[in-house]
T-cell receptor
């Protein structure tokens, strides 16, 4: 059972903001939302996580809706090196559940 | 720190053969994980460990075994290789204390396994 739903692919122009949506309508109260990305076939790389409030770090911003049923990852100024598959995950009882992710294509 | 290392990088097995995928981390993390990733798909959890001597099943444990005798090492064993086990295998580790839901997993580079 998929716990998160993401669009399979998105395009973004270099230098523009990339907004990647994620639906997690069955999220429970103590589940955190995590975002990872995978470049080519490398191991996934942590980006950001949050519970209720919006979060920002040096890589990205995470916007979580008030009902927590969806979230958006924002890369403020996408570069070609941000081309990757982005996974939205829920963390629950020692386990991460990876979906199929969104392939972000950053174009010159 | 080397982080999470995995060996081998690539292996071809014949059906029915056995092998062990090695994973080592030097960050003193208590949690370790094994995932598999089939082409075009997300990662699926095979087994995980919350500390030395403690392991538990993930989503897809059938056909695999694990052990955790030290904090650093978490090998994954395939006893009777099958074509369905052709995949890329990732090991990961993280540190968690007090049950806080604030894990960040660090992944190894992966092992590509082809079973023919």
């Amino acid at each position: 059972d998929a716990k998160t739903t993401q669009p399979p692919s998105m395009d973004c122009a270099e230098g523009r903001a990339a907004n990647l949506p994620c639906n997690h309508s069955t999220i429970s109260g103590n589940e955190y939302v995590y975002w990872y990305r995978q470049i080519h076939s490398q191991g996934p790389q942590y980006i950001i996580h949050g519970l209720k409030n919006n979060e920002t770090n040096e890589m990205a911003s995470l916007i979580i809706t008030e009902d927590r049923k969806s979230s958006t990852l924002i890369l403020p100024h996408a570069t070609l090196r941000d081309t990757a598959v982005y996974y939205c995950l829920l963390y629950n009882f020692n386990k991460f559940y990876f979906g199929s992710g969104t392939k972000l294509n950053v174009k010159p | 720190n080397a982080g999470v290392t995995q060996t081998p990088k690539f292996r071809i097995l014949k059906i029915g053969q056995s092998m062990t995928l090695q994973c080592t981390q030097d960050m003193n993390h208590n949690y370790m994980y094994w995932y598999r990733q089939d082409p075009g798909m997300g990662l699926k959890l095979i087994y995980y460990s919350v500390g030395a001597g403690i392991t538990d099943k993930g989503e897809v444990p059938n056909g695999y075994n694990v052990s955790r005798s030290t904090t650093e090492d978490f090998p994954l064993r395939l006893e009777l290789a099958a074509p369905s086990q052709t995949s890329v295998y990732f090991c990961a580790s993280s540190y968690t204390s007090g049950g806080a839901f604030r894990e960040t997993q660090y992944f190894g580079p992966g092992t590509r396994l082809l079973v023919l």
